[in-house]
Structure formats: structure tokens, C-alpha cells
């Protein structure tokens, strides 16, 4: 038996928490939040952005770098350089929910979890196979949800579908998001 279309999701754990906690609680108390399609909150609603570049998260910047790079290695076995062209927050209130939908013009996106309980809203993704979902025989879940940790740190292929569940909780949940693109010759 083959499994042919793989995709690799990269969950971790960020090393350093502390430095990159105190940078986003500055951007966080600076943010005027928009409201994205009456689901969600987040810092621009044009995601042209890059908090990264704009408040100079030197550490959170450091951070993904390292673990972009872990990501990559573990499959293309060679160092690619890559920048970070957009970046921005988000804010889940109680009821709040993020659409299912995809940055397919980057080439890895990520989010990190400044501020949660685990309850607050897992994210999902959806099979990118979507005849498989119409299929009887195969029992392959249709999506599948990771809860959201503090501090932690999940890169995926852009093109992969994904959303976030609805916060049921009195807990706010914030991450920050962002987008990769490698340099081509």
C-alpha cells in the first residue's frame, strides 16, 4: 500500500518564548483591530503587512527563520533562502471563527500562538484530495484539527486549506501569521 499525496504539516514548539511573548505584548497593546468578514479580528485586513518588519520583532523573526529552515530541511535536504513577506495578528473572541481558505501565492505559511487556553479555537485543515471526501469505501477524516499551545509554531504548504473552529470560550485567543515566499534565481 502507497500513500501518495503526503503533506507535511511542521508542529513545534518555540525556543524562545519569553523574548518573542515580550515583543508581541508591545504589538498587541499597539493594534487597532479590524474586523475581517464579521468572524474574526486581525491587524490588516489588506494582508499586505509585515508586523515582523514593522514593530522589528528581531527574536519572533529569528525564531521562524530557525524553524522554516528545520521544516524545509527535513525533506529538501538543502538550506533555501526565503523571506518573510507578510505577517499580522489575529484576535478570536468568544463566537469568533476563521473561514477555511488558503495563501496559495506563498510558498510555506505558519501561525504562532501568542495568547491561549488550548480551548479557544483549534486550527483545521482540509484533505487537499477533495474527491477522496466524496469517495464511500475510503474513511480518510476530511479535515483534522490541532488545539492551539502557547508558544507554539505551525508551518504548512500555502495551498493547504485551513481554518480555525469557533472559540466557544470566555478565553481571547491571538496568534500571528505569516507568509514565506523562497528566492528564485
Known amino acids: 500500500m502507497l500513500e501518495l499525496f503526503p503533506t507535511k504539516v511542521y508542529l513545534n514548539n518555540v525556543v524562545a518564548f519569553k523574548e518573542i511573548q515580550e515583543e508581541l505584548k508591545v504589538v498587541a497593546d499597539d493594534m487597532e483591530w479590524q474586523n475581517l468578514w464579521d468572524?474574526?479580528?486581525i491587524s490588516d485586513d489588506?494582508?499586505?503587512d509585515n508586523l515582523i518588519k514593522q514593530y522589528n520583532l528581531t527574536a519572533f523573526e529569528a525564531e521562524v527563520r530557525s524553524q522554516v529552515r528545520d521544516y524545509?530541511?527535513?525533506?529538501?535536504?538543502?538550506?533555501?533562502?526565503?523571506d518573510v513577506v507578510t505577517s499580522w495578528m489575529t484576535k478570536f473572541n468568544?463566537?469568533?471563527?476563521?473561514?477555511?481558505?488558503?495563501?496559495?501565492?506563498?510558498?510555506?505559511?505558519?501561525?504562532?500562538y501568542y495568547q491561549?487556553?488550548?480551548?479557544?479555537?483549534?486550527?483545521?485543515?482540509?484533505?487537499?484530495?477533495?474527491?477522496?471526501?466524496?469517495c464511500f469505501w475510503d474513511s480518510t477524516p476530511n479535515t483534522v484539527s490541532f488545539p492551539p499551545c502557547p508558544g507554539g509554531i505551525i508551518l504548512f504548504p500555502g495551498w493547504l486549506r485551513h481554518g480555525v473552529h469557533s472559540?466557544?470560550?470566555?478565553?481571547?485567543?491571538?496568534?500571528?501569521?505569516f507568509n514565506i515566499t523562497f528566492k528564485r534565481s
Open 39 to 41: 468572524t474574526h479580528l
Open 46 to 48: 489588506s494582508f499586505r
Open 72 to 82: 524545509i530541511t527535513q525533506w529538501q535536504k538543502t538550506d533555501l533562502e526565503f
Open 94 to 112: 468568544k463566537g469568533m471563527y476563521g473561514v477555511c481558505h488558503e495563501h496559495g501565492w506563498s510558498d510555506i505559511s505558519g501561525v504562532y
Open 116 to 134: 491561549t487556553n488550548g480551548e479557544d479555537g483549534d486550527i483545521y485543515f482540509q484533505t487537499p484530495v477533495l474527491a477522496q471526501t466524496t
Open 167 to 177: 472559540n466557544t470560550t470566555d478565553h481571547t485567543r491571538m496568534s500571528v501569521s
